[in-house]
């Protein structure tokens, strides 16, 4: 019998434990687990592609993405955070997973140190493996924020430092003395920081603070995924010194090309257009947030209040989390986010009002058993 020998890199990752419990949703089950919004994507952005497909610019754009758009996200940057990225600082890509992607592989070479927060996204520990370097989750503190002066030691001799406020699971909010230390910090150790930045709209409490207000080594990371409910789009970017992108821009262009000629002109329509829309999202997951957390407390929960995202991070032990997936409630065990929350499960309160009404009962039902 034929043996077959796959590359260890893939060998040593799993498939996301957030997909295997989306694809094995039966019928009648509450999706909380996977991180997608269920707004649909607004009429005014689905026109602009619309309007892109009857116009014929269906063929390949520039590797880095049509100029019209890298020009609107600099002024998104300068406006919206405070940073000076020129449309040649900027590049397009397939969401913002393909982001993280490129960058690990343009940053990180074999054996190199790549730190991320322990919970944190799935994805990071798992590109820093394909592209050959060694993951390390860094602790956080009873509020799921980094603790800057325990993270000081392990930043030392790492070569990327990957920071996502709001984070996703604990929807953590970082604040400006925190971000500005773990940059200043970073960059004199000679850590680059890559900031994840997709969630930057969603935040009820605090403020958003970009990394790269507070340092140069610094790699922004975002996408018009989640802040306009277009997550099948699959339009991000990235931005960062021009040393950089230019490595990066190597790397996308052949696993890539570039991204999708419709999604870009989408995405120049959501980021020019009105901005109504992603204030009526942010104010509804706001209530939901507050139900689903009230909800939560009165079972008995004790947490920090998620501050952005649209996730809640709650400790509900392993036998609960059983109990209620069995129920058809989908939500996903905190041993998917790294080793340091087991007893913990992420739901996202990015699902209707109806359906998350029930996924309380169905709650309440699972802890009475």
């Not at 063929?59 to 100029?67: A, D, E, F």
């Not at 392990?154 to 400006?176: H, K, M, Q, Y």
């Not at 140069?216 to 990235?238: F, H, P, Q």
Request: charge should be negative; hydrophobic fraction near 40%.
């Amino acid at each position: 019998m034929k043996e077959y020998h796959s590359a260890e890199r893939c060998l040593g990752i799993e498939i996301s434990g957030i997909r295997k419990l989306f694809d094995a949703a039966g019928p009648g089950s509450i999706n909380m687990g996977l991180g997608q919004p269920d707004f649909d994507t607004p009429e005014h952005i689905k026109e602009g592609a619309i309007r892109a497909i009857r116009e014929g610019k269906t063929g390949y754009t520039s590797n880095m993405g049509i100029p019209e758009l890298r020009e609107a996200l600099s002024h998104k940057f300068r406006t919206e955070n405070g940073l000076d990225y020129q449309p040649d600082q900027i590049i397009v890509t397939a969401g913002a997973s393909e982001a993280l992607h490129i960058v690990m592989h343009a940053l990180v070479e074999n054996g190199d140190r790549v730190l991320f927060a322990d919970p944190g996204f799935v994805s990071y520990g798992s590109l820093a493996i394909l592209a050959g370097g060694k993951p390390e989750g860094v602790p956080l503190d009873k509020n799921f924020r980094i603790d800057i002066e325990r993270v000081k030691p392990l930043i030392d001799g790492a070569r990327v430092f990957v920071l996502n406020s709001p984070g996703n699971p604990t929807g953590a909010v970082e604040t400006r003395e925190s971000v500005r230390a773990l940059v200043e910090y970073a960059n004199d150790a000679g850590v680059t920081v890559v900031s994840d930045e997709v969630y930057e709209h969603f935040i009820y409490e605090g403020k958003h603070w970009s990394a790269a207000r507070f340092g140069e080594d610094v790699i922004t990371v975002n996408a018009a995924s989640k802040t306009y409910a277009m997550t099948g789009w699959r339009l991000g970017y990235l931005a960062g010194p021009k040393e950089y992108t230019e490595q990066c821009l190597k790397v996308h262009q052949y696993c890539q090309a570039c991204a999708t000629s419709i999604s870009q002109y989408a995405a120049l329509t959501a980021y020019t257009g009105p901005q109504e829309c992603v204030h009526a999202m942010r104010e509804e997951y706001r209530w939901r947030r507050d139900y689903l957390y009230s909800a939560l407390r009165e079972m008995g929960f004790e947490f920090p209040l998620p501050e952005g995202a649209f996730y809640i991070f709650a400790p509900l032990g392993k036998d609960l989390v059983g109990k209620i997936l069995a129920k058809g409630v989908i939500i996903v065990p905190g041993e998917a986010f790294g080793c340091n929350a087991p007893e913990y499960a992420r739901m996202n309160y990015a699902i209707s009002r109806n359906n998350l009404q029930t996924a309380v009962e169905r709650i309440r039902a699972a802890q009475g058993e």
